[in-house]
T-cell receptor, first 117, second 116 residues
Framework: GAGVSQSPRYKVAKRGQDVALRCDPISGHVSLFWYQQALGQGPEFLTYFQNEAQLDKSGLPSDRFFAERPEGSVSTLKIQRTQQEDSAVYLCASSPQGILMGKETQYFGPGTRLLVL | GENVEQHPSTLSVQEGDSAVIKCTYSDSASNYFPWYKQELGKGPQLIID?????GEKKDQRIAVTLNKTAKHFSLHITETQPEDSAVYFC???????????????FGTGTRLKVLA
């Protein structure tokens, strides 16, 4: 079956430009996570959705970052007025279960590599 | 703090040898520990996980051990093959609210190179 897909796979933006990154989770998955992965580092949590509800956005680095999942399936991560420090791989993951710790298997997408010039 | 420490950062082994990667965590409430393999240009893929009610889990050439008292867990790969070459990440959950929402804290990764 289809896994998690993300688009675009690569994005080059000029500093100050707005970007939108899309995540298509596995169909029927309740939980959706966004992560930021800097070069040579592990993924860092950005935000979490359970269905359409954004339950945790504590990892978003600034108010320039905004995420939504209006119908509980596809999610979009938007970055306004991009800065060079936003350059990273943005990973999306989904999970069939809800928030119960200890019962999670997260399935990651291939990521979107964002380069801000 | 909420760090998950992972060692070593790089590891080179001869094909057929074993590889061991270790992680320590700080949140005593953590009870689920996944390991991910990330190949170049791809997202992390779950390879094995362990829950806190067991001390060891095996899946063919891969095993994970957990010591809850010491708060560390390890990935063991036996009979390594060139296709095992990748970056490996451990992770541990950290509860962030009284309602039980949590986030995963990832280690900084181990770049494993299996030499043919």
């Amino acid at each position: 079956g289809a896994g998690v897909s993300q688009s675009p796979r690569y994005k080059v933006a000029k500093r100050g430009q707005d970007v939108a990154l899309r995540c298509d989770p596995i169909s029927g998955h309740v939980s959706l996570f966004w992560y930021q992965q800097a070069l040579g580092q592990g993924p860092e949590f950005l935000t979490y959705f359970q269905n359409e509800a954004q339950l945790d956005k504590s990892g978003l680095p600034s108010d320039r970052f905004f995420a939504e999942r209006p119908e509980g399936s596809v999610s979009t991560l938007k970055i306004q007025r991009t800065q060079q420090e936003d350059s990273a791989v943005y990973l999306c993951a989904s999970s069939p279960q809800g928030i119960l710790m200890g019962k999670e298997t997260q399935y990651f997408g291939p990521g979107t590599r964002l380069l801000v010039l | 703090g909420e760090n998950v420490e992972q060692h070593p950062s790089t590891l080179s082994v001869q094909e057929g040898d074993s590889a061991v990667i270790k992680c320590t965590y700080s949140d005593s409430a953590s009870n689920y520990f996944p390991w991910y393999k990330q190949e170049l240009g791809k997202g992390p893929q779950l390879i094995i996980d362990i829950r806190s009610n067991v001390g060891e889990k095996k899946d063919q050439r891969i095993a994970v051990t957990l010591n809850k008292t010491a708060k560390h867990f390890s990935l063991h790969i036996t009979e390594t093959q060139p296709e095992d070459s990748a970056v490996y990440f451990c992770a541990a959950p950290r509860v962030v609210s009284t309602s039980g929402t949590y986030k995963y804290i990832f280690g900084t990764g181990t770049r494993l190179k299996v030499l043919a």
